[in-house]
């Protein structure tokens, strides 16, 4: 277990890449799990109206059909098992920290604002860094095609977030 956070490290630090993975469903599955829960208690804390619990099902469909989408499209269905696990792993890396920045946050204690909302905006960008390089190595594409491919990734998962906010609203 040690082993494997510090493999999820690495990639998060583009040390190592997906395909130093292994291909095993059941690490795929307790790793989406795991980003699962974690993401729905962020989602959950930060919008306690919100339907968080499906939004969180649906970005994560998302993401994997857009992965799965790509992989298909170059060829490399066979690697989806270790990259949706190293985006899931690595997602699941920074969501633990942004749920104690939140739960700082929600103090309202003012003089913390800033510094807070900057590590938010740390981990964001630590975010967009790592799914380039999960992309990158999985596709084995130059960074002109990662890195729109990171972007647009992004904008889908804004565009479920923003579609769940809107129907919440609506309800």
Same mark, same amino acid.
Request: glycine content about 6%; overall charge positive.
């Given at each position: 277990?040690?082993?494997?956070?510090?493999?999820?490290?690495?990639?998060?630090?583009?040390?190592?890449?997906?395909?130093?993975?292994? @291909?095993?469903?059941?690490?795929?599955?307790?790793?989406?799990?795991?980003?699962?829960?974690?993401?729905?208690?962020?989602?959950? !804390?930060?919008?306690?109206?919100?339907?968080?619990f499906v939004r =969180?099902?649906?970005?994560?469909?998302?993401?994997?059909?857009?992965?799965?989408?790509?992989?298909?499209? @170059?060829?490399?269905?066979?690697?989806?098992? &270790?990259?949706? =696990?190293?985006?899931?792993?690595?997602?699941?890396?920074? =969501?633990?920290?942004?749920?104690?920045?939140?739960?700082?946050? &929600?103090?309202?204690?003012?003089?913390? &604002?800033?510094?807070? =909302?900057?590590?938010? !905006?740390?981990?964001?960008?630590?975010?967009?860094f790592v799914t380039?390089?999960?992309?990158?190595? %999985?596709?084995e594409c130059p960074?002109?095609?990662?890195?729109?491919? %990171?972007?647009?990734?992004?904008?889908?998962?804004?565009?479920?977030?923003?579609?769940?906010?809107?129907?919440?609203?609506?309800?």
């Amino acid at each position: 277990m040690r082993s494997l956070l510090w493999l999820f490290l690495d990639i998060l630090l583009r040390r190592r890449g997906p395909q130093d993975l292994p @291909a095993s469903p059941t690490l795929a599955g307790a790793v989406v799990l795991a980003c699962f829960v974690t993401t729905a208690v962020y989602s959950a !804390y930060a919008n306690p109206e919100g339907r968080w619990f499906v939004r =969180t099902a649906a970005d994560l469909l998302a993401t994997g059909l857009f992965l799965a989408g790509l992989l298909l499209a @170059a060829g490399r269905m066979p690697r989806f098992l &270790q990259s949706f =696990t190293a985006m899931n792993g690595t997602s699941l890396m920074l =969501t633990i920290p942004a749920l104690g920045l939140l739960a700082i946050a &929600q103090t309202g204690w003012a003089p913390l &604002q800033l510094p807070l =909302t900057l590590a938010f !905006y740390m981990l964001i960008v630590a975010s967009l860094f790592v799914t380039e390089h999960i992309l990158r190595e %999985t596709l084995e594409c130059p960074r002109l095609l990662s890195i729109p491919l %990171t972007i647009a990734n992004l904008l889908l998962s804004l565009a479920v977030a923003q579609w769940f906010d809107q129907s919440t609203a609506a309800a």
